[in-house]
């Protein structure tokens, strides 16, 4: 019988140790790096959404908050933006809403995540009439040009998706 407890507890440190490596080397840590060179000087600034986008998120349930792009950047979503799309059974994304040409949103935080993988860096936004939407948060990381980030510098909105505001 002491051989048994033996076996049990050899299995359950190996479980621990194989398994917290696991998920340890599959996790993500994120770090809001608003007030940090170059990242300072975008919370809080105003820009208007260029093209119609989804709101949605991945069925893998891999971003914390509900994520905003088109077809153009994420090839799972349709390719023409329509309300009926929305609840629509797609094979990798759930859509849940959408924003139109013309919605306004600021920059909200700026936020690091950090992986195995590597660091990316996405913008938390609201949309100017937050109160009349159901998400309070979306992360616009699908709507961004991410090359500045190779060199040290804050990535920017890829045109086609948003271009500043002087809204106040």
Request: aromatic content about 12%; some cysteine.
């Given at each position: 019988?002491?051989?048994?407890?033996?076996?049990?507890?050899?299995a359950?440190?190996a479980?621990?140790?194989?398994?917290?490596?696991?998920?340890?080397?599959n996790s993500?840590?994120?770090?809001?790096?608003?007030g940090?060179p170059?990242?300072?000087?975008l919370?809080?600034?105003?820009f208007?959404?260029?093209?119609d986008?989804?709101?949605?998120?991945?069925?893998?349930?891999?971003?914390m908050?509900?994520?905003?792009?088109?077809?153009a950047?994420?090839?799972?979503?349709?390719?023409e933006?329509?309300?009926?799309?929305?609840?629509?059974?797609?094979?990798?994304?759930?859509?849940l809403?959408?924003?139109?040409?013309g919605?306004?949103?600021?920059?909200?935080?700026v936020?690091?995540?950090?992986?195995?993988s590597?660091?990316?860096?996405?913008f938390?936004?609201?949309?100017d009439?937050?109160?009349?939407?159901?998400?309070?948060?979306?992360d616009t990381?699908w709507?961004?040009?991410?090359?500045p980030?190779?060199?040290?510098?804050?990535?920017?909105?890829?045109?086609a998706?948003a271009?500043?505001s002087?809204?106040?």
């Amino acid at each position: 019988m002491k051989w048994l407890y033996a076996l049990v507890g050899v299995a359950l440190a190996a479980a621990v140790i194989f398994g917290g490596g696991y998920w340890h080397g599959n996790s993500v840590k994120s770090a809001y790096v608003n007030g940090l060179p170059p990242y300072n000087h975008l919370r809080g600034l105003a820009f208007i959404l260029e093209q119609d986008c989804y709101i949605f998120e991945f069925k893998s349930g891999e971003a914390m908050y509900p994520l905003l792009g088109s077809h153009a950047t994420v090839p799972q979503l349709p390719a023409e933006v329509k309300q009926s799309n929305v609840g629509a059974d797609f094979p990798d994304v759930r859509i849940l809403g959408i924003i139109r040409t013309g919605d306004r949103f600021r920059i909200a935080s700026v936020r690091q995540d950090t992986s195995r993988s590597g660091s990316v860096i996405s913008f938390e936004i609201v949309l100017d009439n937050e109160s009349t939407r159901a998400f309070y948060k979306l992360d616009t990381y699908w709507m961004m040009d991410h090359s500045p980030e190779k060199v040290g510098a804050a990535p920017t909105y890829l045109p086609a998706y948003a271009v500043p505001s002087v809204m106040e």
